[in-house]
């Protein structure tokens, strides 16, 4: 059983930045692709971005191009999300997910997820 866990949400002003992590246990971290989504109430949950297992792809959401960076560091089992230059639409429930397919857009493609992480940005 897979588990992964977030932190570094936070409150910031517009403009502002917040690095995510997701510390993941119960499996071979290094084969798995994986993603952060993101949801607001009311709202579905929405595809921020994603990186394959090696690290060396990545793909974002047209909304954070520019503006946030996903990475991880196998060895250490964690996937982080620097989200920089904020904006207060940002302000969501940010999720890690994990997938043993190939990291797509789709929530449906990933098999594990996280408890979530606030992201609140002021105006």
């Known amino acids: 059983q897979v588990q992964l866990v977030e932190s570094g949400g936070g409150l910031v002003q517009a403009g502002g930045s917040l690095r995510l992590s997701c510390v993941a246990s119960?499996?071979?971290?290094?084969?798995?692709?994986m993603a952060w989504f993101h949801q607001t109430p009311g709202k579905e949950r929405e595809f921020v971005a994603a990186?394959?297992?090696?690290?060396?792809?990545?793909h974002y959401a047209d909304s954070m191009k520019d503006r946030f960076t996903i990475s991880r560091d196998n060895a250490k089992n964690t996937m982080y999300l620097q989200m920089n230059s904020l904006k207060p639409e940002d302000t969501a429930l940010y999720y890690c997910a994990a997938t043993r397919r190939v990291a797509t857009t789709n929530i449906r493609n990933y098999d594990y997820w996280g408890q979530g992480t606030q992201v609140t940005v002021s105006s």
């Open positions: 119960g499996g071979t971290f290094s084969h798995y692709d």
């Open positions: 990186i394959s297992w090696s690290g060396g792809y990545t």
